[in-house]
Structures are given as structure tokens and as C-alpha cells.
């Protein structure tokens, strides 16, 4: 069982938040970055922390922990940039470092949590004002939404076709459907989908 966290009570928000990114970059053990990444993907939810998170660069943490070979932490930072994601300073700093194909290559993901917020937070990047960014719709990423919204899985199936239906144009749609037989994009889908019956 991880330890909590070695914080001093008595240091405020930022202290505490910055004890944790602390820990974060010091500790050997898997487990407590596990829990110190889950810990700040829940303050990411608190827009009083955006501020606090940007001045620590944890956005940049949370990007870095998307090319780790632990599942775990890579559900957390994407679930950390899901929640900061609605605002649009953090927007910017995530598409301006970088991120949407760090974001994408997690829909690859057998965690199901890890593929809905990926999924969530491309939504959010792509909403109204965050300028041209192609690569939101791209066609690979519109064939993976189309596969998406044939899952059994319905809090996915129901997010990918509200993806395809806000932010993909009927003609980017139907490119997507017309090149799919063609494709080997083959991205699976999460091991947590129901089985489909034969």
C-alpha cells in the first residue's frame, strides 16, 4: 500500500501541490507516482488549481507521463488533462506543446478509462476558438471514431458519435467510411468492451 503523501499541512495550495510534483520527480516507487499522478489529476478538477498547475508545469507532467510503459500512469495523466482541458489557457498550452498526437496514441489503449478520456479531452481541444488544428480530425483519427461508435462499449460508442457528429463534417465522415475497407489503421478497441455475441 502506497504511503500518503509527505506533505506539511501548514504550506498552502501551492505548497502542496508543489510537494507532490516534488515527490512525483524524486521517488523510485511505481506506486507512489501512482498515486501522487492520481492526486493531481483530481486537483486538475478544481478550476481554483488551473493556475497553481500551470505555474508547476503539471500539464507538462501529465504530457510526459503519456509516453510511459505504465498503464496506470498514463490513465491518470490523460485524466488530468480531461480535467484541465475545459479552460481554455491549459487548451493552449496543450495543443502549443504538442499534445494532440500524445493524446491520440492513447486511444490505443486496453484501459477503457484511458481511451474515454483521451476521447473527452479531444473533444475539448477541438471545441470552437482553438484555431486550425487538422490533426483533430484527421482521417486516421475519424476512421478510429467511426470503429468507436460501433463498440459495445456505450459510454464509448455514445462519445465517439457525439465526436463525429460536433466536430467532423458530413464530408469528412464519409471520406472516413469510404476509406476505411482500405485502411490499416487497426486500432483496437479496450479489452473492457462486452463480447459481442456471434
Known sequence: MAQ????????GRLGYLQA?????QETESQDAKEQVLANLANFAYDPGNYEYLRQLQVLDLFLDSLSEENETLVKF???????????????EHILQAG???????CL?????????????TLMYLSSPGTGSHPELTSLPL???MLRFSLSANIRLRNLAQIFLEDFCSPSQVAEARSQQAH???GIPLP?????QQP
Open 4 to 11: 500518503k503523501p509527505k506533505v506539511d499541512p501548514h504550506v
Open 20 to 24: 507532490l510534483v516534488n515527490e512525483f
Open 77 to 91: 495523466a490523460v485524466g488530468g488533462l480531461c480535467n484541465l482541458s475545459p479552460d481554455k489557457a491549459n487548451k
Open 99 to 105: 499534445g494532440i498526437p500524445l493524446i491520440t496514441n
Open 108 to 120: 490505443s489503449s486496453p484501459n477503457e478509462e484511458t481511451v474515454l478520456s483521451a476521447v473527452t
Open 142 to 144: 475519424v476512421q478510429c
Open 183 to 185: 485502411s490499416a489503421l
Open 191 to 195: 479489452k473492457t468492451e462486452a463480447p
